[in-house]
C-alpha cells in the first residue's frame, strides 16, 4: 500500500483509533529497510491523556531512526545513539535524530508546525532514509503539506455503534478526498484575508484573516455574482451554521487551503454535504487506504467481517485490518 511513497503520514479521527496499531504494523514488515518515524505532537504514550486508557506503544528496531524531543528520550525503553541534534524546538525540548541500536518502546514527541516539520523532513531525507514515517492527527494541518500520501485509521474507540462509526469515517473520507481547485486560483495560497472571486474574474480583498470575527460583514459583502469565497484559515463551526441557515439564498462555493482546514462537527459537516456545497482545496490529501481497528481499549469490539464489509461499502480505497496486518483490496 505504501510503496511508491517516502513520505507516510497515519493519521485517526479519534484517540486510540489505531493509527500507533498501524505504525507498529508498518515497521514490522519493514524491518530489513532503513526506516525513519516522527510524529505530529506527541505518541507512543502508555495512557491517553484524556481517557486514561492504556493506548498502543511504538516498538522500534536497531537500524530504525527516530526524530524525537529531547525530554523523550529520558523515557526511552529503546537503545540508542544520537545521530544529529537539531535547532528544532518543542515544548519537550529540541528535536534529536537518534539511531535505534536495540529494539523497545519509544516515546516520539515531534513538531507540530508546518515550517518545523517541513524542515525536519528534509533533514531525515538527507540520511538515505527508505520512508519516512509520521504518527500524525487529523486535526494537524501539516498533512497536505509535508506528506506524500495518507493512511487513514478508524478504530471501534470512537463509538460503541459500529453505524456512528462508519458514519463517521464516511465523512472523514470525503473531506480528506475534497476536489483541488484550478490551478488558476493557486494565487490564493499567498492571501491571508478573505476573499470574495467574482463571476467576472474579480476579486475583493475583505481585510478580515478569519471568518469567525466579522461575520455579518463577509455575508453582506456576498451577492449574486460572488462565484467563490477564500478563507484562509478554518472552516468554522460558527460560519458553516450562517452558512446553512443561508441556504436559500445564492451562496458562493468555498475554497480552502486544505481538507485539514474544515473544524466542524460531523452533524454540520454533514449538512453542508447534504446541501451540496461545493468546497475546493489549494493542497490535497493522497488517501490511499484506510486502516481498521475492531478492538477499543474499552473492552467491546465490533464483529471482524461487519465491520470491514461496511467499510467496503463507503470507499474503493484499500482497507486493512491492523489486527491481522492483512490487506484487501475490494473490487
Known sequence: MIENYEVVS????????????????????????????TSIGLDGEVLDNIS???????????????????????????????????????SLGTIKIIHITLAGYCLIGGPSTIK??????ELLKSMNIYK??????????????????????VGAVLSPNIDDVIKSADLT?????????????????????????????NTIDLMIDSAITNMDMIFESIN???????????????????????????????????????????????QLLQMQTKIYVLNTINLIGIAYN???????CFDELEFRQKLINITDLPIINVMHESEERHE
Open 224 to 270: 449574486n455574482e460572488t462565484r467563490f469565497i477564500y478563507l484562509p484559515g478554518s472552516l468554522s463551526q460558527m460560519f458553516a451554521k450562517e452558512y446553512i441557515r443561508r441556504r436559500k439564498s445564492k451562496l458562493p462555493s468555498i475554497i480552502l487551503k486544505s481538507p485539514t482546514h474544515i473544524v466542524l462537527p460531523d452533524l454540520i459537516f454533514s
Open 116 to 121: 518545523a516539520m517541513t524542515r525536519l523532513i
Open 132 to 153: 519516512i514515517l509520521i504518527d500524525g492527527a487529523f486535526s494537524r494541518k501539516t498533512l497536505s503539506k509535508v506528506t506524500d500520501a495518507c493512511l487513514f485509521a
Open 294 to 300: 475492531p478492538f477499543s481499549p474499552s473492552g467491546y
Open 52 to 90: 486514561l486508557l492504556p493506548k498502543p506503544r511504538i516498538f522500534v528496531h536497531p537500524g530504525m531512526i527516530v526524530a524525537t524531543a529531547e525530554e523523550c528520550l529520558k523515557v526511552c525503553e529503546a537503545q540508542f545513539s544520537i545521530i544529529a541534534d537539531t535547532d528544532i524546538q518543542t
Open 10 to 37: 497515519i493519521v485517526g479521527n479519534a484517540k486510540n483509533a489505531g493509527k500507533t496499531t498501524v505504525l507498529n504494523a508498518i515497521v514490522e514488515n519493514y524491518m530489513n529497510r532503513v526506516l525513519a518515524i
Open 173 to 201: 473520507i470525503r473531506q480528506f478526498g475534497l476536489p483541488r481547485i484550478s490551478k488558476e486560483y493557486d494565487y490564493l495560497e499567498a492571501k491571508d484575508n478573505v476573499t470574495l472571486i467574482m463571476e467576472s474574474g
